[in-house]
């Protein structure tokens, strides 16, 4: 079997289960304030989805969290740490949108969130 296919197959195996665990995890989030529900599941979609470059296989990829754990792990701290820049860069990124999308969003609270409406009941 040719490696590219594998590297492919590699990658729609990871980012299918990643997609069944993410929807999972925003049904499971579903009931919660909106700062908690968008940072648990910011947290997860930044670490789960972002993609960093292996350096012993240029043009290649994988999750930035295990190339950040496997160059700290195998070539100690001195490392450049690709992958942690990768992880900072989209952690602000997520917190800033989270931010300016908790300032502009409608104040409605029907509109907000899933949970159920006390005075429904």
Same mark, same amino acid.
């Given at each position: 079997?040719?490696? %590219?296919?594998?590297?492919?197959? $590699?990658?729609?195996?990871? +980012? /299918?289960?990643? @997609? &069944?665990?993410?929807?999972? &995890?925003?049904? +499971?989030? $579903?009931?919660?304030?909106?700062?908690?529900?968008? !940072?648990?599941?910011?947290?997860?979609? @930044?670490?789960?989805?972002?993609?960093?470059?292996?350096?012993?296989?240029?043009?290649?990829?994988?999750?930035? @969290? +295990?190339? &950040?754990? !496997?160059?700290? !792990?195998?070539? /100690?701290?001195?490392?450049?740490?690709? /992958?942690?820049?990768?992880?900072?860069? %989209?952690? &602000?990124? !997520?917190?800033?949108?989270?931010? @300016?999308?908790?300032?502009?969003?409608?104040?409605?609270?029907?509109?907000?969130?899933?949970?159920?409406?006390?005075?429904? %009941?």
């Amino acid at each position: 079997m040719d490696s %590219s296919i594998e590297y492919v197959i $590699a990658w729609v195996v990871y +980012l /299918g289960f990643g @997609v &069944l665990f993410g929807a999972q &995890l925003f049904a +499971l989030t $579903a009931a919660r304030s909106f700062f908690t529900k968008a !940072m648990i599941r910011g947290h997860f979609i @930044v670490l789960a989805f972002t993609p960093a470059e292996i350096a012993e296989f240029p043009g290649h990829y994988a999750p930035a @969290v +295990l190339t &950040l754990v !496997m160059d700290v !792990m195998l070539q /100690g701290a001195a490392t450049t740490l690709q /992958g942690g820049v990768i992880l900072l860069v %989209s952690y &602000l990124a !997520m917190v800033v949108g989270v931010g @300016v999308f908790g300032i502009a969003r409608p104040r409605n609270k029907r509109a907000t969130t899933d949970a159920p409406d006390p005075a429904d %009941s």
